[in-house]
């Protein structure tokens, strides 16, 4: 309980911030900040919530579900611009792996010249 008390009490957090701030933000992504923000100042230690984690991580696909119905419910309205939309999704997803995964190589690259550096 403790642990699930912190993610929703920094979630809350970022819902205050959308709230208060005037930025076309979502909740969640000011959510994410904090969150990143409290790891990485050791306010929060992943210990402290890891376990409650790795669980909401195991459930993701559950959650999905509502919006899936969601989207059967408004077929009509989706189905004369699905092919556009497939389109987008298909060029966004490629665009998102391709970004991601060059940042990643350039960690490591990065991570293999400090490691050099401090053994040369």
């Known amino acids: 309980m403790k642990q699930f008390g ?3 009490g920094i979630s809350f957090l970022g819902e205050i911030l959308y709230h208060l701030i005037p930025l076309p933000i979502p ?3 000011y959510g994410i900040v904090l969150m990143f923000l409290a790891l990485m100042t050791k306010t929060v230690v992943v210990a402290d919530i890891q376990e409650t984690s790795r669980f909401l991580i195991d459930i993701m696909p559950i959650l999905f579900l509502p919006a899936a119905v969601g989207l059967l419910d408004s077929w009509p309205a989706l189905r004369p611009v699905l ?11 490629v665009a998102v792996m391709a970004s ?3 940042v990643t ?3 490591i690259r ?3 010249k400090g490691k050099e550096a401090d053994h040369g």
Request: zero cysteines.
């Open 6 to 8: 912190i993610i929703l």
């Open 27 to 29: 909740a969640s992504i």
């Open 83 to 93: 092919l556009p939309v497939a389109v987008i999704t298909v060029i966004s997803t």
């Open 100 to 102: 991601a995964g060059l």
């Open 105 to 107: 190589q350039g960690v």
């Open 110 to 112: 990065k991570g293999k």
